[in-house]
């Protein structure tokens, strides 16, 4: 025997056997989000925690997610909707949270894309929430619309950002250059926020799901204001772009400010058509179990809204077949 060979008990063979098993078994699954202080990244760590299921953990319940049998999930930084895009794409990302009109453009190689690589093999999983344009401008500030960017050092986002993308619609919108009228710095809000506090940048923009950490800390300071969006650009952006929807911010979200007329997207979750049809069914099952639903309700405010009745909401990217299997179970794909 093995075990008498080697002076060691046959039962620890087997159990180091079994071990060994199990962690073959075990899958990493990586989920690229975005900066620490968005909306997507702690998003993420709370999908990452309801669809984890290491092997011989049991924790399925009303008020406890079951996961995914022999998955562990871990939500990573990045900068944001276009290079989770191209994550997924390249399978060095196993889901990604993206922009609706990021995933759109990049399926079809539209738009933001059209002087890229498209990407057709990118599919959702699940419309998690609405993001909204955030504009934000010094509290002194004398810019009280788009107009008064002009000129302006604007900081537009990273520029493998979904928030660049909506800010080059805006400022079109706007009837604004971004070369010629403004003065663009692409950042990202984490550094643009004390930048604008400083005076070196006049605005930042970025598309998140509100409250936005670094919009919550210059403009509960006192330090900044949220900019409105008029009718008249919003009515231009609806009407050229149909995964765009009329927001709000409201009032109570970051103190100071006016309920702020905005435009939406929807963030959503993809993966690669290449992936395991059963474990995106059981993905998709897991999120939508009622201990996950609990944990995304009290884990963010924007967890609240992530709800399965709207799910298919603003998608214009074929859909996983794993993802149609769970929905079609439930009722809500015919």
């Given amino acids: 025997m093995i075990g008498r060979s080697l002076g060691i008990p046959a039962f620890l063979v087997v159990f180091a056997l079994a071990a060994s098993t199990q962690a073959q078994s075990v899958k990493q699954f990586k989920i690229g989000t975005g900066h620490i202080g968005g909306t997507?990244?702690?998003?993420?760590?709370?999908?990452?925690?309801?669809?984890?299921?290491?092997?011989?953990?049991?924790?399925c319940g009303e008020k406890s997610p079951c996961g995914v049998p022999g998955l562990t999930a871990s939500a990573l930084t990045s900068l944001g909707s276009v290079e989770n895009v191209e994550g997924v794409s390249a399978g060095w990302l196993d889901a990604g949270f993206v922009q609706s009109d990021v995933a759109y453009w990049a399926y079809t190689g539209e738009g933001f894309f059209k002087d890229r690589k498209p990407h057709p093999k990118i599919?959702?999983?699940?419309?998690?929430?609405?993001?909204?344009?955030?504009?934000?401008?010094?509290?002194?500030?004398?810019?009280?619309?788009?107009?008064g960017l002009k000129k302006r050092v604007v900081a537009l986002g990273d520029a493998e950002s979904g928030t660049l993308v909506g800010a080059r619609?805006?400022?079109?919108?706007?009837?604004?250059d971004e070369r010629r009228d403004i003065k663009?710095?692409?950042?990202?809000?984490?550094?643009?926020?004390?930048?604008?506090?400083?005076?070196?940048?006049?605005?930042?923009?970025?598309?998140?799901?509100?409250?936005?950490?670094?919009?919550?800390?210059?403009?509960?300071?006192?330090?900044?204001?949220?900019?409105p969006i008029s009718s008249q650009v919003i009515g231009k952006l609806l009407t050229a772009h149909k995964f765009l929807s009329q927001g709000a911010i409201p009032s109570k979200v970051y103190g100071k400010n006016k309920t702020t007329p905005t435009v939406n997207v929807n963030a959503l979750m993809i993966v690669s058509s290449e992936a395991d049809p059963e474990l995106v069914y059981r993905l998709t099952k897991a999120l939508w179990w009622k201990g996950a639903r609990q944990l995304l309700a009290t884990g963010h405010p924007k967890g609240k809204m992530i709800t399965v009745d709207s799910v298919l909401d603003g998608i214009g990217i074929p859909m996983h077949q794993g993802a149609v299997r769970y929905y079609r179970e439930i009722g809500r794909i015919k």
């Fill in 40 to 59: 997507y990244y702690p998003i993420g760590q709370i999908v990452a925690r309801i669809i984890t299921a290491p092997p011989g953990e049991r924790r």
């Fill in 123 to 147: 599919r959702a999983v699940a419309s998690l929430y609405p993001e909204s344009m955030h504009i934000i401008v010094g509290w002194a500030s004398q810019i009280k619309t788009l107009a």
């Fill in 169 to 176: 619609l805006l400022l079109a919108a706007a009837g604004l």
């Fill in 184 to 227: 663009p710095r692409y950042l990202a809000p984490g550094e643009a926020a004390p930048k604008l506090i400083l005076g070196e940048v006049d605005a930042f923009l970025t598309v998140s799901g509100y409250p936005e950490v670094n919009v919550s800390r210059v403009v509960e300071s006192g330090d900044a204001r949220l900019l």
